[in-house]
């Protein structure tokens, strides 16, 4: 699958623009069910998972963020200049900041054990799946395993490069696309941030339909 097909399969040029600072609050505000769970692939450095923790403690109640990670970063090279082990972090190193809320369930782990049918079970019907493990059998894993639900959001970390900085199609793009062609998913573009180069611009959301 080349670059190209995925930006028309995902509709990515006409995916609404969110200023860059808005883009996690304007998702979170999306969310149809304000009671149910969350779930994220790769915590890491605590950038992004921060945002994420943030804005659900804003706009949902009565839910758990389930946070997904074995803590001895990416398990395989990725493009360049991350390779194999890159974001290993202590746990606790994050942990730590969220030891006084009980809605954070860390789930220790490689997703192929972790990602368990019991802790799916438990989880439920997601209302919002956040990946960000930048690989694509991770992606791959993941995806395939959950049940992707209409009315699901899901919030891609590095989907795409829309200055094509990398070779963006071979990893969490395409781990989505073949879920969505195997299990014939509709899916709408929800929305990108307003920046067209560098990290901020790899970000893309979508809703099961
Ligand atoms: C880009 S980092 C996550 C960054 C993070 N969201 C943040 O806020 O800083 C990717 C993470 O995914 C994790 N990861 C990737 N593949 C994984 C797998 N198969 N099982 C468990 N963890 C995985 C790595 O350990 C790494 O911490």
């Known amino acids: 699958m080349q670059a190209q097909q995925l930006i028309e399969f995902f509709q990515l040029a006409r995916m609404p623009r969110v200023p860059v600072e808005n883009y996690y609050d304007v998702l979170a505000q999306m969310v149809c069910d304000r009671a149910a769970n969350w779930a ?8 992004t998972f921060q945002e994420i923790t943030r804005v659900r403690s804003r706009h949902t109640h009565n839910n758990k963020l389930y946070a997904f990670d074995w803590w001895e970063g990416l398990p395989e090279d990725w493009r360049p200049g991350y390779p194999r082990g890159f974001f290993r972090l202590p746990k606790e190193r994050v942990a730590r900041w969220y030891a006084h809320d009980p809605s954070v369930v860390f789930v220790d782990g490689l997703f192929g054990d972790s990602l368990s049918p019991a802790r799916i079970a438990e989880m439920g019907r997601l209302a919002l799946i956040h990946i960000d493990c930048d690989l694509y059998e991770s992606a791959r894993l993941v995806l395939s395993r959950l049940e992707l639900a209409p009315g699901t959001i899901l919030i891609f970390d ?5 200055a094509g900085e990398w070779d963006w199609h071979l990893h969490e793009a395409r781990a989505f696309y073949e879920v969505c062609v195997e299990r014939n998913l509709r899916i709408w573009p929800l929305a990108r941030r307003d920046v067209d180069t560098g990290p901020l611009s790899e970000q893309a959301a979508f809703l099961i339909q």
């Open 158 to 162: 590095e989907f795409w490069s829309p």
């Open 40 to 47: 994220t692939f790769g915590v890491g450095w605590n950038r």
